[in-house]
T-cell receptor, first 110, second 115 residues
Framework: QQPVQSPQAVILREGEDAVINCSSSKALYSVHWYRQKHGEAPVFLMILLKGGEQKGHEKISASFNEKKQQSSLYLTASQLSYSGTYFC???????????FGPGTRLSVLP | NAGVTQTPKFRVLKTGQSMTLLCAQDMNHEYMYWYRQDPGMGLRLIHYSVGEGTTAKGEVPDGYNVSRLKKQNFLLGLESAAPSQTSVYFCASIDSDRGRNYGYTFGSGTRLTVV
């Protein structure tokens, strides 16, 4: 079952913060986050595993609330290069039933 | 280290024609996948393979066939192309290590138009 992402789209000014949410109706083993720029392939950002800790990558970090089956991606002090579509992917059990969310389009303006 | 390589990058087919998309990975990954991406639909799984000689259906398998004769290659075939198969196709692979810290690696995509 496809996870739900919110918001569907967001427009920011350079330097502003954003949060993208991903939720599932099923208990999750892992949550992945990817960014896809227009005309390019999705690129892996980070993975959060059940029982794991919050992850971070420069000014992009994510959390995973196992009880609520939710994950949030935090982008702080956004840069123009952050523009793109962000996908979460969820896995109910290890190696099984991995499904991508519909994506959140992020636009960062100067 | 090339990662995941897809060929061709672009193709235009006439309705009823057949073609094969090739995906090759050099990371020794066990798991390989074929996705299609349509506007507003996200990434939908067509077929996947958990090892050499094995394949399984995904969410939208109709009209497609796959083969995994070698661990590094995963082929996607369209036997009789239809306009509904116009899409961007991505191949992806992932390490099967249970403690993995890395997600899917995607190829650059194949943009297919069926007229």
């Amino acid at each position: 079952q496809q996870p739900v992402q919110s918001p569907q789209a967001v427009i920011l000014r350079e330097g502003e913060d954003a949060v993208i949410n991903c939720s599932s109706s099923k208990a999750l083993y892992s949550v992945h986050w990817y960014r896809q720029k227009h005309g390019e392939a999705p690129v892996f950002l980070m993975i959060l595993l059940k029982g794991g800790e919050q992850k971070g990558h420069e000014k992009i970090s994510a959390s995973f609330n196992e009880k609520k089956q939710q994950s949030s991606l935090y982008l702080t002090a956004s840069q123009l290069s952050y523009s793109g579509t962000y996908f979460c992917g969820t896995e109910a059990n290890y190696g099984q039933n991995f499904v991508f969310g519909p994506g959140t389009r992020l636009s960062v303006l100067p | 280290n090339a990662g995941v390589t897809q060929t061709p990058k672009f193709r235009v087919l006439k309705t009823g024609q057949s073609m094969t998309l090739l995906c090759a990975q050099d990371m020794n990954h066990e798991y390989m996948y074929w996705y299609r991406q349509d506007p507003g639909m996200g990434l939908r799984l067509i077929h996947y393979s958990v090892g050499e000689g094995t394949t399984a259906k995904g969410e939208v398998p109709d009209g497609y066939n796959v083969s995994r004769l070698k661990k590094q290659n995963f082929l996607l075939g369209l036997e009789s192309a239809a306009p509904s198969q116009t899409s961007v196709y991505f191949c992806a692979s992932i390490d099967s290590d249970r403690g993995r810290n890395y997600g899917y690696t995607f190829g650059s995509g194949t943009r297919l138009t069926v007229v």
